[in-house]
């Protein structure tokens, strides 16, 4: 099935919603950050999570099911999938959420924790939020028609030459020394093309509003799960950049690999120097997730 509206523009209130919702769960953050974080861990020892991750997801897919209805609309959220929800995208239309993007930040009191709110139909990704709740910056942006900061349109930079380039990528959750090394490696020889500089902030949605407000010029990253990065994809691409897998070929929102670039002559750079390791889909079968 294919679902479509009649009216003129079916998901402007979706999006406006969306945007309302990622702000208040931001002042939940906020609020959270200030007293003291009880700290768990999913995955592994360096794999965190908080009460405010669970309570903020709770609050936003709850604010979404009472206005949209549980029943058309599906969700895709980090906290959810972790207790054992399907990872799936259909052609429904469906909820891509992480409610903090950026938890070991968030623990430690490192400034970039970001609320990323996605909405895909058909299987596309009609529009994205990220809400970087610390710095109190709202990114948004929807298909075709632009992405912003703060009401302001934000554009990739124009660089075109990689020496003249701020690469981010971050380190994962992964400790296993193969996977370790090959990080390492392609941040080496990266680094060593030259470019001007190596960045990261800690939060894979943070770092997409840098590569589409041009700050950096690439972002890339294998381990990220989709609710990283959906809404980060579509503003990326609305400011004019583009999305790459790490061997080249097209972007794909579930195999947890991405290269996100002010343009296709920098991120094809970046994707020589790219040591790929094997990270398992979001939408494989359940087995132990
Ligand atoms: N296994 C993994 N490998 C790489 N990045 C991951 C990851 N799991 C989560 N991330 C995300 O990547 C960024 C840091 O590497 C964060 O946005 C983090 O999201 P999180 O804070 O919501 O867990
Ligand atoms: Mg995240």
Not at 107 to 121: E, K, M, Q, R, T
Request: with cysteine; net charge negative; charged share 25%.
């Amino acid at each position: 099935t294919s679902y479509r509206s009649t009216m003129e523009d079916p998901w402007q209130k979706a999006y406006d919603f969306a945007v309302t919702v990622a702000r208040k769960a931001g002042e939940v953050i906020r609020k959270a950050g200030e007293s003291e974080i009880k700290v768990s861990t999913k995955s592994s020892t360096v794999d965190l999570v908080t009460k405010t991750d669970e309570r903020v997801e709770k609050i936003i897919i709850g604010s979404l099911k009472e206005e949209f209805g549980e029943g058309t609309h599906c969700f895709i959220g980090e906290e959810s999938v972790a207790k054992g929800e399907p990872c799936i995208l259909t052609h429904k239309p469906t909820w891509i959420i992480d409610p903090v993007d950026g938890t070991t930040n968030f623990v430690h009191g490192f400034p970039f924790v970001a609320v990323s709110i996605a909405f895909a139909v058909n299987k596309q990704l009609e529009f994205g939020v990220i809400y970087s709740c610390l710095e109190d910056k709202m990114y948004k942006a929807r298909n075709g028609k632009g992405a912003y900061c703060d009401d302001e349109l934000i554009q990739v930079s124009d660089v075109k030459d990689i020496n003249k380039s701020i690469i981010i990528s971050e380190h994962g959750t992964d400790r296993s020394p193969e996977k370790v090394k090959k990080i390492f490696s392609t941040m080496q020889k990266i680094l060593c093309i030259p470019v001007h500089g190596l960045r990261g902030s800690g939060t894979a949605a943070t770092n997409m509003c840098l590569v589409a407000t041009g700050a950096v010029e690439a972002f890339f990253e294998i381990g990220i799960h989709c609710w990283d990065i959906a809404a980060g994809a579509v503003i990326v691409k609305e400011a004019g950049g583009v999305l790459l897998d790490v061997d080249g070929g097209p972007f794909d929102l579930m195999s947890r690999r991405m290269v996100s670039a002010n343009n296709e002559v920098i991120a094809r750079r970046i994707i020589k120097e790219i040591e790929i390791f094997s990270a398992e889909r979001d939408d494989a079968p359940i087995q132990k997730k």
